[in-house]
């Protein structure tokens, strides 16, 4: 899946699935069974992003403090975005419309915020009035308002004001 989303990132979606299928050290038949064809492939990658991002959540829940992992999983957010970013040109070219398989991401990415922003208000780190859809949504106004390759940056900053503001008066 990375040399796939490395591969869609450098080309966009005429990527070469025998090139993407060599560096991966598969067979192209491996490949095509699989993934039987570049649009599979190309969920199949935003599906594998969206995965890592549900299981940080919880791996990050079990070895950081409260405020941390939600730190962390933001900026891993961030990335997440980026990938986004790249596919869904390329599912757009390929199938018309990448909205069904961006929405049942959806739900998956507002559980694991959810969950982390609630820790941390049980904790005492973050003021009860967050919500967490604000946090997904001030990151996404970012990639969206950014017409620079650096977005990436200012996200990762954002992600720093967006804590200390919803740190809980002390």
Sequence with gaps: M?????AFTRYGAQASLDEIAKQAE?????LYRHFP??????KAV????IEKLAEAQRTFAETLSPVEALRAWLLLFVEAIAA?????????ELAGDPK?????SYLQIQEAVRALVKRAIQSGDLRRDIEPAD????L?????VADTTDWQQSARRLVDILIAGSRAAQ
């Excluded at 935003?46 to 992003?49: F, G, I, K, L, V």
């Excluded at 069904?100 to 049942?104: D, G, I, R, S, T």
């Design 135 to 138: 946090l997904l949504r001030a």
């Design 26 to 30: 598969v067979g192209a038949g491996t």
């Design 140 to 144: 996404v106004g970012v990639a969206h």
């Design 84 to 92: 986004k970013q790249v596919i869904a040109p390329a599912l757009k």
């Design 100 to 104: 069904k398989v961006f929405e049942a």
């Design 37 to 42: 064809s570049r649009e599979e492939l190309l």
């Design 46 to 49: 935003y599906r594998t992003e």
């Design 2 to 6: 990375e040399v796939a989303k490395d």
